[in-house]
Antibody, heavy 118, light 110 residues
Framework: EVQLVESGGGLVQPGGSLRLSCAAS????????MHWVRQAPGKGLVWVSR????????FYADSVKGRFTISRDNAKNTLYLQVNSLRAEDTAVYYC???????????WGQGTLVTVSS | QSALTQPASVSGSPGQSITISCTGT?????????VSWYQQHPGKAPKFMIY???KRPSGVSNRFSGSKSGNTASLTIAGLQAEDEADYYC??????????FGSGTKVTVL
């Protein structure tokens, strides 16, 4: 069974940092592109970032470029999102998702909540 | 990248059909066939419902169907059921190798 479990969220002050993790199991993690998608409270889904199978290619939404860094450790079956210089508008549930082919977000984790507030 | 435009809400009675639109630009919806749709119940993670405009993943009811014309994609739910009450989001790949989701549509079963 495919499972994605996010962790690392919490309350952080503006300007602070966090590292989010997504532990994958039930599939060959190293064979899949992985993505982060976020959802502010009561709002819609917003694509954040993606990374290729070996971690050599990354893409970001303009709103997080230069502040967020996606990475992966295939030996540990884990996806990461380093979030720096956090702003109030980054407050959201952050989901990781598996994408086997372009546009196919087929499995999602349960999300981890990041709250940016003083 | 601005969110794709969806109606805020759509409603229908049990057994009826409803259609949710998703309007983008030639740089996303109109520029490729990588449009997908997701269902999200309150407090839950999104569920994969449609990909490549009109294909259904294994296990998704055939009451759900997708289509596209120009810069607008659509999701139709036939034979509306109480369990279909949820938020629905479209998503498109873009010309700059990123993704954009729709603004979301709340479906209410009357």
């Amino acid at each position: 069974e495919v499972q994605l479990v996010e962790s690392g969220g919490g309350l952080v002050q503006p300007g602070g940092s966090l590292r989010l993790s997504c532990a994958a199991s039930g599939f060959t993690f190293s064979s899949y592109w992985m993505h982060w998608v976020r959802q502010a409270p009561g709002k819609g889904l917003v694509w954040v970032s993606r990374i290729n199978t070996d971690g050599s290619r990354t893409f970001y939404a303009d709103s997080v470029k230069g502040r967020f860094t996606i990475s992966r450790d295939n030996a540990k079956n884990t996806l990461y999102l380093q979030v720096n210089s956090l702003r109030a508008e980054d407050t959201a549930v952050y989901y990781c998702a598996r994408v086997p082919n372009i546009g196919q977000f087929d499995y999602w984790g349960q999300g981890t909540l990041v709250t940016v507030s003083s | 990248q601005s969110a794709l435009t969806q109606p805020a809400s759509v409603s229908g009675s049990p057994g009826q059909s409803i259609t949710i639109s998703c309007t983008g630009t030639s740089s996303d919806v109109g520029g490729n066939n990588y449009v997908s749709w997701y269902q999200q119940h309150p407090g839950k993670a999104p569920k994969f419902m449609i990909y490549d405009v009109s294909k259904r993943p294994s296990g998704v009811s055939n009451r759900f169907s997708g289509s596209k014309s120009g810069n607008t994609a659509s999701l139709t739910i036939a034979g509306l059921q109480a369990e279909d009450e949820a938020d629905y989001y479209c998503c498109s790949y873009t010309s700059i190798s990123t993704y954009v989701f729709g603004s979301g549509t709340k479906v209410t079963v009357l």
